[in-house]
């Protein structure tokens, strides 16, 4: 435990030290709510609404946890600090939580800030805010645990274009964020569902709206991705462990 915590805590400091991705993780998805309700008060779209367009935007948000976890590993897998690592008594398991742990209250503190910055533009604050940032924790681990993978297979430049391009706009085009994508349908609409990201929005709005009823179709979705993709995380990340 108490190297699993030091192990935590050299990783939070590793975090707050990369200040450029930091500041860009949590600033940029701030701007982007700021100016869609911007366009919003002059050309109101129902899309655009803030009680439905907060929780895209913190899923958004939550994409670049992705990008801190994956470049934290793939550095540290490249440096002789990862061998040092693998030479001390440290388990599996506490890399997997040293790495993991940190990243959750980071990511909380992520979908807060989109979520106060929206109460500015009247955003309903009722006790069922509460409930919209709790349904968002599964999607938290799925964001952490897709960095993990990406972190484990990829060297930090990898990282950057898989979690950093690829992913976001991936959460941002098939998240139902911007457009509802039934309006596109066909094989968009497929892919979108098939997805985890509208389905986290889905249930984050649901939550806000007190339909809570119609939460869990799309909170049980989310929570099978968290759980399938960080078993295949801790499974690859152990794996390059071994062999590496």
Known sequence: MTKM???????????????????????????VLLLLQAI???????????????PGIAVFGLSFISLFSGVLIAKDRSSSFMLRLFASPMKSSDFIYGYTLPLIPMSLAQVLICFLVAMIFKLT???????????LLPVMIVFIAIGLICGSLLNDK?????CGALLTNLTAWLSDTWFDISLVGGWF??????????????????????NYGDICPDL????????????LAIFIFTRKMNTD
């Open 40 to 54: 919003q008060s002059n050309i109101p779209v129902e899309m655009f609404e803030i009680n439905k367009l907060t």
């Open 125 to 135: 604050i009722t006790i069922n805010l509460l409930l919209a940032i709790a349904v």
């Open 158 to 162: 990898q990282v950057g274009g898989i």
């Open 5 to 31: 915590l030091a192990f935590c805590t050299r990783n939070i400091k590793e975090m707050l030290r990369d200040k450029t991705n930091l500041l860009f993780g949590i600033g940029f998805p701030v701007i």
């Open 189 to 210: 609409e497929t892919v979108a569902n098939a997805l985890p990201f509208v389905h986290a929005v889905r249930a984050s709005r649901t939550a806000l709206s007190g």
């Open 220 to 231: 049980w979705w989310t929570v099978g991705y968290a759980v399938v993709l960080t078993g």
